[in-house]
């Protein structure tokens, strides 16, 4: 009974190159949510998308992010042309239903852009 | 737009004192108010949350919180830490159903 797995677990880009990280819901939920921690920040909302639909982005950067959630596979978060600023942890969460308060979360991805 | 402040990044403990970790919310609206916990390299975990009816909610390792409407706080306590208690503590809360908005975290430290 795997909960959410993300990989990488640490990812180091150069300025400029792209950065894919992973989510791969919890069994049997459809809706997944993607939150960036910055350094001594708390956890800020990027996106929510369901299964082949993104219901929620308001809080995805204009440029150079993307999300997507295919009908099979994992959710991957893009991000291209890295920049310094983007080195963050980016925690990915999952539910079964819309609107399920407290979904849970995986261990997060650590990029680093160098 | 609601935001969460939770007064202090850092509580060290003694084992089997009580604690209570702060936190202060601002909404214009009714919200949901939640508490997280993250232990070392893993990710976050659901402690308790509030959505209605009684303002005193429980986890099931001792820890309550109680919303208080008033003073918009919805604080963490336990009666009698444990050393693995030992991590990092967030608030949260949120007025629509996608997007929580979080507190920079507590890290709570429980020693001997």
């Known amino acids: 009974n795997a909960g959410v797995m993300q990989n990488p677990r640490h990812l180091v880009r150069r300025r400029g190159q792209e950065a894919r990280l992973r989510c791969s819901p919890m069994k049997g939920h459809s809706h997944v949510y993607w939150y960036r921690q910055l350094p001594e920040e708390g956890l800020k909302f990027m996106v929510y998308l369901q299964k082949e639909n993104i219901i929620d982005e308001s809080g995805m950067p204009k440029e150079r992010f993307s999300a997507e959630f295919p009908k099979e596979g994992p959710s991957i978060l893009r991000i291209q042309q890295v920049v310094r600023g983007d080195s963050a942890a980016y925690f990915c969460?999952?539910?079964?239903?819309?609107?399920?308060?407290?979904?849970?979360f995986g261990s997060g991805t650590r990029l680093t852009v160098v | 737009a609601q935001s969460v402040t939770q007064l202090d990044s850092q509580v060290p403990v003694f084992e089997e004192a009580p604690v209570e970790l702060r936190c202060n919310y601002s909404s214009s609206v009714s919200v949901y108010l939640f508490w997280y916990v993250q232990y070392p390299n893993q990710g976050l975990q659901l402690l308790l949350k509030?959505?209605?009816?009684?303002?005193l909610v429980e986890s099931i390792n001792g820890f309550e919180a109680e919303f208080n409407k008033s003073q918009t706080s919805f604080h963490l306590r336990k009666p009698s830490v444990h050393i693995s208690d030992t991590a990092e503590y967030f608030c949260?809360?949120?007025?629509?159903?996608?997007?929580?908005?979080f507190g920079k975290g507590t890290s709570l430290l429980v020693t001997p």
């Open positions: 509030y959505l209605s009816g009684s303002t």
């Open positions: 969460a999952s539910s079964a239903n819309r609107g399920d308060y407290g979904y849970t």
């Open positions: 949260a809360v949120s007025a629509k159903k996608d997007a929580l908005n």
